[in-house]
């Protein structure tokens, strides 16, 4: 194989890669969405009653997320809600809010 197709063929696999990279960028974003709704926009809660997600700690939100889904932590809604995601998806979510500031 000659340099060119060769660095042709690894920019097309960049390229590739930096559109998955992008999705799921995108994904988080839809998903953190919903939790908004009732914790505020950007994660800022603006209720005595709910508590803000923006700053967490990414270990406090996906211990409490687990919880939530095991049922250890008693909630209605937040079960729910929780036993809709993966692990990986507490992960980006944990991630993406620990990032608000």
């Known amino acids: 194989m000659c340099k060119t197709s060769l660095k042709m063929l690894v920019g097309l ?4 890669l930096s559109g998955a990279v992008h999705a799921t960028d995108m994904h988080t974003q839809v998903i953190a969405a919903t939790c908004m709704a ?5 994660g800022k ?4 009653f709910m ?5 967490l700690e990414a270990s406090v939100f996906m211990q409490a997320m687990q919880e939530f889904r095991s049922g250890a932590r008693e909630a209605s809604i937040m079960k729910r809600h929780a ?3 993966t692990n990986a998806e507490f992960e980006a979510m944990a991630a993406y809010f620990a990032a608000l500031k």
């Open 51 to 55: 508590p803000g997600l923006a700053g």
């Open 38 to 42: 009732c914790h505020g926009p950007d």
């Open 13 to 16: 696999f960049m390229l590739v």
């Open 45 to 48: 809660s603006r209720s005595a």
């Open 83 to 85: 036993a809709g995601y």
